[in-house]
């Protein structure tokens, strides 16, 4: 790379190298290396088979003990089934069958280990359900499993439609006339089917059509249609609650995707055809292939508090007219007396509701946290549900309720249980004027409650194999070597970045001609890359388009031959990339607001189940991204949870390649990981899912920067205080150039504000001077404590993925000319040291010896030359007068900083920001010197800042020049 490139921190593509040259018998024999013989890959199954024989037995012997617990529960049954018919005493169900965990090496097999456990459910007449995170994997196990009869669960589908004037078709057995709103109320957390369905005239027309022997759902049905003055003739009657589901919840084997999870999928029902009674009920073995989130966030604002007041003054007249029509019986049964019991209670409780739910309201919207109310809301709850006001986890002021006059639904945020039981468990989060409550998973709740779960899963988190084992449930690992390599490649973070600002497609692009140019030359065919969808995405000219992130995909591996794939889709359940050697460019990272929501989610389920995890106290160690990574939480158990969720991703990312497959006799397979987190904790955490970090290598396009020196700050500060200076962020910069030692601006101003605080230095003063830069200075200052600081908050920043430059050793006795902050090196995170002498000075002649450095203060473009040659400088010396290349040099650098103070920041954020993360856009204007505040006065202090702040340069590199200017 040519030095002043270097110097100035361009990226310049590396010089193609040659490959060495190898004779025609060297390359047979690396391809032979590379390529499996199908001896080679039976020998490898052979190594395997010990493995994977263990893992079969252990999940066969769970299934044998599930089949005893079966058959144990129905002797209970059975048996107090004729205890209540002689009158004796029943005994109580058996405890449940605790879970049972499989972790296998990515690749080994463990999907495939399911088909013995199908074979031996379905010769024994018991009912199983796989469930799977997507449909797609949902149809491999249903094709394996096909000569089982194994049935894929289907949800709701758009009723199929006929031709114009044409016969009526069949809507299809899946056929949902709502699909809108049921999306809208899964949206808004409740289960549909308990809720809109049951209001939906689509649903009403089903029960007139379909339910024959149930007299009472057809009365209120019929009484449905009379009240909303429809006729049932005009509405076409729903297909799936009566045929579509039915039929998939009496498949004895069932596999679906696990959202669609509930108690009803859980237990096999089997009904007699003639009189539709019930007459067996299992519960299904349910098991559980892949990662499964624990939990699920509820976000609740002021405004959802208000819809639930404005249901609860509907509620209380509906208990009126509830409760005078229940007094007027003369006669009422036992069931009408209890109803109007709960009615009465209900009643009773509506004025505390709506007070409880104002304060609630007031309080989030204030951000102020809730404190007593907690217990209100917690003790309202109990009320409730003792009232009867609370049905399957839905109170009666959420209910939906259909509008007849707009043929709507009304939805309201469902909460308020969850909301409660978050509150007494400590696992609520109050963020920004928002509430968040976390649901446990269907899956997670019935494996704690009723037991009889498998979970199988490459990578199992710690906190799900904690949940297991403190319920009483093992794990068996079934773990085997990978023939691959490893290298890590430092120096970039290659993070997502913030999609929402103006300048990201040139920066997805640049990202993608990057992975074009530099990356895929190093790779070894044949090779899948993954990375972020982002990149793909926005480097395209139409990147709006849905599609915009598979058609540069299907672009890249037309102009390379290599496929490209994304985080999110491309890193877990594709396995046709088997045998590739693999590149992960970048990692998935999250944002503050991301962890915090992704680590309360785990804890709320954890403590849900009685597994305490601590509070997350949300410090991090770092405000931005660096080189080797994004910000981490300081608090132990929070940071180790986190990377061993990053470690989890990599480790998925990674089996694509399916080298426990590899035999060993081949070349190893190639695992490049560019960017992400670099840290020894991430390779420690990576190393517990097989995957060992073997080299490192330095991003070629980056090189490092100088470090942050812990003391530097202190001894700089205390280098300004002998010499009788007063301690700012400017004269500590310049005692760190003089030091030659560097500090990150967060750090001086952080030392400087602690100093201050605790009275070490005393605090900033205004002073009052006679020239127009001081003068100015003061004015700044009134709306800022320093001014210096002011000013160097706008320098620009660089990208914090990419390390600083090195500068080349100077010759003996050649001049350096830096600007000073730039000597003054501060982090890779938050700024880029770029100014050096070859970028400062176009000179490219070496300097007579003798001569001594000269220091550019930042920003400052004076028009003038210094000569240490004999004393000190003043403005009227002849010495001081500059020949034309230190003119022009001057000049440019003036051009050069007046640009950088015009452009915008370009700070990258860590992946995946969360809907409260920092916002995309400009600058607000300031003025030319870096005062915000004060543009009009910003140019009238230029020239005496520049001499001002050149002289302090001076001093500091001058030794006998005395103590710096005040």
Request: charge should be negative.
């Amino acid at each position: 790379m040519p030095a002043a490139a270097q110097a100035a921190g361009v990226a310049v593509a590396a010089p193609a190298v040659p490959p060495p040259r190898i004779s025609i018998h060297q390359q047979q024999q690396v391809k032979d290396m590379a390529t499996p013989t199908q001896t080679q890959i039976a020998r490898r199954i052979a190594e395997l088979q010990p493995t994977r024989a263990a893992m079969a037995a252990a999940m066969s012997s769970y299934f044998q003990q599930h089949t005893r617990k079966i058959a144990e529960i129905d002797g209970v049954r059975e048996a107090n089934k004729k205890a209540r018919a002689d009158g004796s005493k029943t005994v109580p169900m058996p405890a449940p069958l605790p879970q049972f965990g499989v972790v296998a090496t990515v690749g080994l097999g463990k999907s495939h280990g399911v088909m013995p456990i199908a074979e031996a459910a379905h010769a024994q007449g018991l009912p199983i359900v796989i469930l799977v995170p997507n449909h797609k994997l949902a149809w491999e196990h249903a094709e394996r499993l096909a000569h089982l009869g194994a049935v894929v669960y289907r949800g709701r589908r758009e009723p199929a439609a006929g031709e114009p004037n044409g016969p009526p078709v069949d809507p299809g057995p899946h056929a949902c006339y709502r699909l809108v709103q049921v999306s809208k109320a899964g949206d808004q957390n409740h289960r549909p089917a308990q809720g809109l369905c049951s209001k939906c005239p689509n649903g009403m027309a089903a029960v007139l059509q379909y339910v024959t022997r149930d007299e009472l759902r057809r009365q209120r049905a019929e009484q449905f249609f009379k009240t909303s003055g429809i006729n049932p003739a005009t509405v076409p009657p729903c297909q799936f609650l009566y045929k579509g589901l039915p039929d998939q919840l009496a498949a004895p084997i069932l596999v679906a995707p696990v959202q669609a999870f509930s108690e009803a999928m859980a237990m096999w029902r089997e009904v007699d055809p003639e009189t539709s009674f019930l007459t067996r009920e299992t519960q299904r073995l349910v098991i559980v292939d892949e990662h499964i989130p624990m939990a699920a966030e509820v976000e609740v604002g002021a405004g959802d508090i208000q819809v639930w007041r404005n249901r609860v003054d509907g509620m209380a007249e509906r208990l009126d007219r509830q409760i005078e029509f229940l007094q007027g019986k003369n006669a009422p049964t036992q069931a009408e007396t209890e109803e109007l019991e709960q009615a009465r209670a209900m009643r009773a409780l509506t004025p505390e509701i709506d007070a409880t739910f104002r304060a609630l309201a007031s309080k989030i919207a204030g951000d102020i946290p809730i404190g007593v109310d907690a217990g209100r809301i917690i003790k309202l709850q109990k009320s409730v549900v003792k009232a009867g006001g609370s049905v399957a986890g839905t109170a009666t002021w959420e209910k939906i309720g259909y509008q007849r006059d707009e043929d709507d639904f009304f939805i309201p945020l469902r909460a308020l249980v969850t909301l409660a039981r978050n509150l007494a468990a400590g696992s609520a989060r109050q963020e920004k004027g928002v509430l968040f409550a976390y649901e446990t998973s269907p899956v997670i709740e019935w494996a704690r409650d009723k037991g009889s779960v498998m979970f199988l899963d490459a990578t199992m988190s710690q906190s799900m194999r904690r949940f297991i084992e403190a319920k009483g449930g093992t794990i068996h690992n079934a773990t085997a070597d990978q023939n691959m390599r490893v290298t890590r490649v430092t120096g970039r973070l290659y993070s997502r970045g913030d999609v929402r600002k103006d300048d990201y497609p040139a920066k997805a692009r640049a990202r993608m001609d990057d992975i074009r140019q530099n990356i895929v030359p190093r790779l070894d065919s044949p090779v899948a890359i993954i990375t972020h969808k982002a990149y793909l995405k926005y480097s395209q000219e139409a990147h709006q388009a849905d599609d915009a992130a598979e058609v540069a995909a299907q672009a890249f591996e037309s102009a390379t031959g290599i496929p490209i794939g994304w985080f999110g889709k491309h890193d877990r359940g594709l396995d046709s990339w088997g045998g590739r050697n693999i590149a992960l460019v970048g990692m998935p990272l999250l944002s503050k607001e991301s962890i915090a929501g992704a680590y309360a989610c785990t804890r709320a389920a954890m403590i849900d189940c009685g597994i305490p995890m601590p509070e997350w106290d949300q410090v991090m160690d770092k405000e931005k991204a660096d080189a080797d990574g994004p910000p981490m939480p300081v608090m132990p158990e929070v940071r180790a949870w986190l990377v061993d969720e990053y470690a989890q991703g990599v480790a998925q990312a990674v089996g694509r390649n399916r080298a426990v497959n590899h035999p060993r006799g081949c070349k190893p397979l190639q695992v490049h990981l560019w960017g992400g987190l670099q840290t020894a904790e991430m390779d420690a955490a990576m190393r517990c899912y097989g995957i060992v970090v073997h080299d490192r290598m330095r991003n070629p396009n980056s090189a490092p920067g100088p470090k942050v020196d812990v003391g530097a700050v202190d001894e700089a500060i205390e280098m300004v205080l002998a010499t009788g200076g007063a301690v700012s962020e400017r004269s500590v910069r310049g005692a760190l150039v003089g030091l030659q030692r560097s500090a990150s601006t967060e750090s001086i101003r952080a030392r400087i504000r602690d100093m201050r605080a605790s009275g070490a230095i005393p605090a900033a003063t205004r002073v009052k001077r006679s020239d127009a830069a001081d003068t100015a200075e003061s004015v700044c200052a009134a709306h800022s404590d320093n001014y210096a600081e002011s000013v160097a908050s706008i320098a620009p920043e660089a990208d914090a993925e990419d390390a600083s430059a090195h500068t080349e050793p100077q010759k003996q006795g050649q001049e350096k000319i830096t600007r000073s902050e730039d000597a003054t090196a501060p982090n890779s995170y938050k700024e880029t040291n770029s100014g050096n002498s070859a970028q400062c000075c176009g000179n490219p002649n070496p300097q007579t010896q003798g001569q001594e450095k000269i220091f550019l203060a930042p920003a400052f473009d004076f028009d003038f030359a210094f000569d240490f040659s004999a004393g000190a400088a003043t403005l009227d010396s002849p010495r001081l007068q500059p020949d034309d290349e230190i003119a022009d040099m001057l000049a440019e650098v003036a051009a050069q900083i007046e640009a950088d103070l015009a452009r915008e920041d370009d700070d990258p954020d860590p992946d995946e920001p969360g809907p409260k993360g920092p916002s995309g856009g400009r600058r607000e204007p300031r003025g030319r010197d870096g005062c915000d505040r004060c543009p009009d006065i910003a140019a009238a202090a230029s020239a005496a800042q520049r001499t001002s702040a050149a002289l302090a340069h001076i001093s500091y590199n001058n030794p006998g020049d005395g103590a710096p200017p005040s």
